[in-house]
Nanobody, 124 residues
Framework: QVQLVESGGGSVQAGGSLRLSCVAS????????LAWFRQAPGKEREGAAT???????KYADSVKGRFTISRDNAKKTLWLQMNSLKPEDTAMYYC??????????????????WGQGTQVTVTS
């Protein structure tokens, strides 16, 4: 059983920064693909960023250059550093884990484990 718990969300003005954290427990391995997804009201959940076991990262075009995903396998922790935030970044942010070797933000169906989410609100 894998549990994921996010924290770090909040309300920030446009142009500001936030750092999200996700702590894992249970049978989660360093080989897992880890990701941050987000879901805005009335929209589908979309992948923002992924990081594989080797530390290789991929980003959605909408966040590239502003968000940075990182992980510490020993601490079973995943982070998302979000800079230059925009109102359109407002969403519930979820961390997720997948056993699949193909680690990309577009492969939502591969992710079997999800956290409860943390809300990010960006005001203009």
């Amino acid at each position: 059983q894998v549990q994921l718990v996010e924290s770090g969300g909040g309300s920030v003005q446009a142009g500001g920064s936030l750092r999200l954290s996700c702590v894992a427990s249970g049978y989660i391995y360093s080989s897992f693909c880890l990701a941050w997804f987000r879901q805005a009201p009335g929209k589908e959940r979309e992948g923002a960023a992924t990081i594989d076991s080797a530390g290789s990262t991929k980003y959605a075009d909408s966040v590239k250059g502003r968000f940075t995903i990182s992980r510490d396998n020993a601490k079973k922790t995943l982070w998302l550093q979000m800079n230059s935030l925009k109102p359109e970044d407002t969403a519930m942010y979820y961390c997720a884990a997948s056993r699949n070797w193909d680690c990309r933000p577009g492969r939502k169906a591969d992710f079997a484990y999800w956290g409860q989410g943390t809300q990010v609100t960006v005001t203009s």
